[in-house]
């Protein structure tokens, strides 16, 4: 699932069944962990663009487990720098309003 920041400085691509996700912003993402109602825990962040190879394995599972959930994702082009963090923000606010 992509949601976005009420602020619209984050988005965050997570799973809501087992609350792993990565959260994105300008030009950093974290791993970020949601634990039913607490505060998310976040991960060391990495600099966009992110080269997968080098980052650690669970970040790649997580990254992983998105893509295979959501197929659609625009998560690769955003880490991958092919695609702006405000393109992003920006489709996901067009999306929102096809509803």
Same mark, same amino acid.
């Given at each position: 699932?992509?949601?976005?920041?009420? *602020?619209?400085?984050? $988005?965050?691509?997570?799973?809501? #069944?087992? =609350?792993?996700?990565?959260?994105?912003?300008?030009?950093?993402?974290? #791993?970020v $962990? /949601?634990?039913? !109602? *607490? /505060?998310p825990?976040?991960? !060391?962040? !990495?600099?966009?663009? #992110? /080269?997968?190879?080098?980052?650690?394995? !669970?970040?790649r599972?997580i990254?992983?487990?998105?893509?295979?959930?959501?197929?659609?994702?625009?998560?690769?082009?955003?880490?991958?720098?092919?695609?702006?963090?405000?393109?992003?923000?920006?489709?996901?606010?067009?999306?929102? =309003?096809?509803?």
């Open positions: 699932m992509k949601t976005t920041g009420l *602020d619209g400085t984050y $988005i965050d691509y997570s799973n809501t #069944v087992h =609350g792993f996700g990565i959260r994105v912003l300008e030009d950093r993402c974290f #791993v $962990i /949601q634990i039913a !109602h *607490d /505060q825990i976040f991960g !060391h962040a !990495h600099r966009i663009p #992110v /080269q997968l190879e080098t980052v650690p394995s !669970h970040v599972l990254v992983d487990d998105h893509l295979m959930n959501y197929p659609t994702s625009d998560l690769m082009d955003v880490l991958a720098g092919k695609r702006s963090f405000q393109e992003a923000l920006d489709s996901r606010a067009k999306w929102k =309003g096809r509803q």
